[in-house]
């Protein structure tokens, strides 16, 4: 816990960025009949019938001291879908950096091991050279601030229904769009020093 805590106190560098990024899954949800549109006073009302249209998996990479980040949508959440992703990060996102710290969760696939699967071992081991992963602790997910703008995203675009999850993707697009316009980033307050005070109970007793 301590290791993300220090991370996120370091000053911005954009030779050396911090990016968190978190994963999930959506599935989308399409009316069987139309909704009623929103009206003063009333929300927007749907009928409890809906159909099916698949499920698509979430990549959100959040740059909390710049206020940027980006959304990718895929048909899966595998390893090669994961190092794909990160050498989009790093080759035209961030090609500059000369590393990338990204805060991540402890999935499987979150390891240096999926960029040797995905790609040949020259280009994994460029692509690794450039990219320092600081995982959560494994009940600590938490404290990764791409969790947060994961929620925002949630409730303010994609917790409602879709026709297609082409749609679905055209209103994350326009929503990471506003979002990155305004460089919404993340002001992250709790340090290690609250951490020993408030969660206090997690470190070792040491009696003498």
């Known amino acids: 816990m301590e290791k993300i805590l220090d991370v996120y106190q370091d000053d911005y560098d954009e030779r050396h960025p911090l990016i968190c990024m978190d994963e999930a899954a959506k599935q989308i949800?399409?009316?069987?009949?139309?909704?009623?549109?929103?009206?003063?006073?009333?929300?927007?009302?749907?009928?409890?019938?809906?159909?099916?249209q698949g499920v698509r998996a979430l990549f959100l990479?959040?740059?909390?001291?710049?206020?940027?980040?980006?959304?990718?949508?895929?048909?899966?959440?595998?390893?090669?879908?994961?190092?794909?992703?990160?050498?989009?990060?790093?080759?035209?996102?961030?090609?500059?950096?000369?590393?990338?710290?990204?805060?991540?969760d402890?999935?499987?696939?979150?390891?240096?091991?999926s960029l040797?699967?995905?790609?040949?071992?020259?280009?994994?081991?460029?692509?690794?050279?450039?990219?320092?992963?600081?995982?959560?602790?494994?009940?600590?997910?938490?404290?990764?601030?791409?969790?947060?703008?994961l929620s925002v995203l949630t409730r303010q675009c994609i917790a409602r229904r879709f026709d297609t999850p082409e749609q679905m993707t055209q209103h994350i697009t326009a929503w990471q769009q506003n979002r990155n316009e305004k460089s919404c980033g993340a002001n992250w307050r709790f340090t290690t020093t609250d951490a020993r005070i408030k969660l206090k109970a997690l470190y070792p007793l040491n009696d003498i």
């Open 29 to 52: 949800t399409a009316d069987v009949e139309p909704a009623l549109p929103l009206s003063p006073g009333q929300p927007r009302r749907e009928d409890h019938h809906y159909q099916r």
């Open 61 to 104: 990479f959040f740059d909390p001291l710049r206020g940027w980040r980006r959304v990718s949508t895929r048909e899966h959440r595998t390893r090669t879908d994961w190092a794909e992703e990160i050498k989009y990060l790093l080759e035209i996102d961030y090609p500059h950096a000369e590393y990338v710290t990204l805060v991540c």
């Open 106 to 113: 402890n999935l499987n696939t979150h390891d240096i091991a």
């Open 116 to 149: 040797y699967h995905a790609f040949d071992a020259e280009t994994a081991h460029r692509l690794c050279r450039r990219l320092r992963i600081q995982h959560t602790p494994r009940n600590g997910s938490w404290l990764n601030m791409a969790e947060m703008e």
